[in-house]
């Protein structure tokens, strides 16, 4: 039991550095840059970009149950902690993406 519950940990910590692989696609998933500055910045832009992909993925897998449960389905917890928001492959990471908060598409 101890073991199972070990090798299901390392899963987790080997899907979570997977994500960020899948995710940091820049420069060939390597820092280049010298600067300091820069790689804190990138490595913060790449814990927040993982950080919104687990998010998501928390609230699509929440909203999938309930739309379960309201058509009478049920699942066992057992069954509902197999279920890892640690997914990424549905993230398109070369795309547009507008982070205007007016919807207008412009930034402002």
């Known amino acids: 039991m101890l073991r199972q519950q070990v090798r299901t940990q390392l899963n987790r910590g080997e899907d979570r550095h997977d994500r960020a692989r899948s ?5 060939h998933s390597m820092f280049r ?4 500055d820069q790689i ?7 814990r927040l970009l ?8 928390t609230l699509r897998i929440a909203q999938v149950l309930e739309q379960a449960q309201a058509q009478g389905h049920t699942f ?8 890892s928001p640690l997914m990424y492959r ?6 547009t993406y507008d982070f205007a908060l007016d919807g207008s598409g412009r930034g402002e």
């Open 23 to 27: 995710l940091f696609v820049a420069d």
């Open 33 to 36: 840059a010298g600067d300091d």
């Open 40 to 46: 804190r910045n990138r490595t913060s832009c790449l």
């Open 50 to 57: 993982s950080k919104a992909v687990l998010g998501y993925n």
């Open 76 to 83: 066992a917890p057992e069954a509902i902690a197999h279920v």
């Open 90 to 95: 549905h993230v398109s990471v070369n795309g």
